[in-house]
């Protein structure tokens, strides 16, 4: 076997999916083949619990490893050197992975999915380890085992049909395979919290559809929607598309402020964002609504404030940023590629006609009664009406407008 290498993907959370399993796998191959996309011919292979990626050129290598990152449902992975299973061979490749890295000590480890090799684990991971401290010594370098915290470790895995070596294990993103959970809507803001709050669920199989709620830019150049989209199309590589609502709230909140008390304006713009969100999640069959709330953060964001604002969502109201605190959601924010964007100056809608005393602790009722002087259904429909949608996907390599902006019409008749 000539031995060239691959990529090799381990996988952790579907392996425990029993029954289901072959339904997550595929969701998981389609979605690799579709991060590769633009590399040339992709092929891959399902191994014992493991996933081996061929590439069509050994130069694609690069590029894949760094969009396996972005492949939810990976748990780490290896440039790995494929071999025959025979010791002497895996000996040979084993030398040839580690002679050009620097390293003081090392150890070896061997996993074996095939259990009816002539050989134990730890009987390979001695034997191989005899032979790298001699290689080391026949070039005059010294070298050492340690088993405990070496600088650097070779792994062999034996499979059913060949064997496998590698040095480097780097961690993917983890999560479930992309598009296996369902349909959610979420509201995006543009700011840090709802681009990673959506990312969390992306990461646990949801197929996202999002929705902005625009006003008018203070300045010049400070105009939300262009933030908005740009989050997307960062965001879409890791579902393959997505549609992007955006809807004018200006007018809405004007009228808010002309029909209802001050200190819960702003409780009331995000009670309407919650209804024009599920009218549009209705049309779509999505199972709920995703919020970037993170408690006490702000002061719609008390438990009680959430709690009335939330009355009002006909369907399940997701808040993945709960329990976070700012900083990690900004870490997170870092890692993703939301956070420069979310960064730059832009009007957010919900600050505008602040109450100069906002009510931190509303109750449904309260909210309720606010509302009394304002024709809601009206103001929902409204909303939905005037939403300009656009559409993204992500092909070969690159995410497109798939589709020409345009008012979403066909969506004034929506549940509101």
Known sequence: ???????????????????????????????????????????????????????????????????????????????????????????????????????RTFAVRVRRADKTLPFRSHEAEQRLGRTILDRAAQTGRSISVDLENPDLTCYVEFTSRRALVYTKKLPGPGGMASNTAGKLVCLLSGGYDSAVAAYKMMKRGARLIFVHFHGVAARPGEASEPVAREIVRTLVPYQGSARLYLVPFYELQREVVLGAPEGFRILIYRRLMLRIGAAIAHKHRALGLVVGDSLGQVASQTLQNMAAVGAVARLPLYRPLVGDDK??????????????????????????????????FATPEELDRAEAGLDIPSMVSRGVASARREVYKFVDGRVIEAQSKEPAHSDAGLLV
Request: some cysteine.
């Open 327 to 360: 900083q990690e959601i900004i870490d997170v924010a870092r890692r993703i590629g939301t956070y420069e964007i979310s960064s730059e100056r832009f009007t957010d809608c919900c600050p505008v006609f602040l109450p100069r005393s906002p009510r931190l």
């Open 1 to 103: 076997m000539e031995v060239m290498p691959l990529l090799l993907l381990h996988y952790h959370e579907m392996w425990l999916k029993g029954r289901n399993r072959s339904f997550f796998l595929h969701k998981f191959v389609a979605s690799i083949h579709e991060q590769l996309s633009g590399l040339g011919r992709v092929k891959v292979e399902l191994e014992d619990g493991r996933v081996l990626v061929r590439l069509q050129s050994e130069q694609a290598l690069p590029a894949a490893a760094e969009k396996a990152q972005r492949i939810f449902g990976v748990a780490y992975y290896s440039v790995a050197a494929e071999a025959e299973r025979d010791l002497a061979t895996v000996e040979q490749t084993a030398w040839e992975q580690l002679a050009g890295q620097s390293f």
